[in-house]
């Protein structure tokens, strides 16, 4: 009987490490190795919200941001971005359209009220920016 507990807690150890281990590899693999080894983050690339996020937000959102690079507007980037809620294993995406020169723009969905984070991705060529938001969803 002791043997048979042994083996069912080493197997769900085991399943529990290639679980865990595949999932990290999924939340991150939005580049190639390659990619990844090439990416920067620079200090020049500035992240500025537009839209004025009310407390407590609402279950939609539509978000817009700014990207400069330097003082010039950083064009032809692929934005998105990434939400989640405390405590949450998911990380929706939502990709970002450029509306303007320099402003992308995404509505976001909160399926409940809580504390979230939204991490705002930018990448175009070598450079790879983020920013995290913090706010409250309301009911």
């Known amino acids: 009987m002791k043997k048979k507990s042994i083996r069912l807690a080493v197997i769900t150890c085991i399943s529990t490490i290639f679980l865990f281990g595949c999932t990290k590899m ?3 693999e939005q580049t190639s190795g390659s990619e990844q080894e090439a990416h920067e983050h620079s200090s020049d690339v500035t992240i500025e919200i537009v839209t004025p996020i009310n407390e407590p937000a609402a ?3 539509d978000i817009e941001v700014a990207l400069l690079n ?12 990434e939400t989640w809620k405390e405590g949450d294993t998911t990380h ?3 990709d970002a359209v450029e509306s303007d020169n320099g402003h992308y723009q995404s509505q976001l969905l909160f399926e409940e009220p809580g504390e979230y984070t939204v991490k705002v991705h930018v990448e175009k060529g070598s450079i790879h920016e983020h920013k995290e938001i913090y706010f ?3 009911e």
Not at 70 to 77: F, I, R, S, V, Y
């Open 136 to 138: 409250t969803v309301g």
């Open 59 to 61: 279950k939609e959102l």
């Open 92 to 94: 929706p995406y939502f």
């Open 70 to 81: 330097g003082e010039d507007a950083l064009t032809d980037a692929k934005v998105g971005f």
């Open 26 to 28: 999924e939340e991150h």
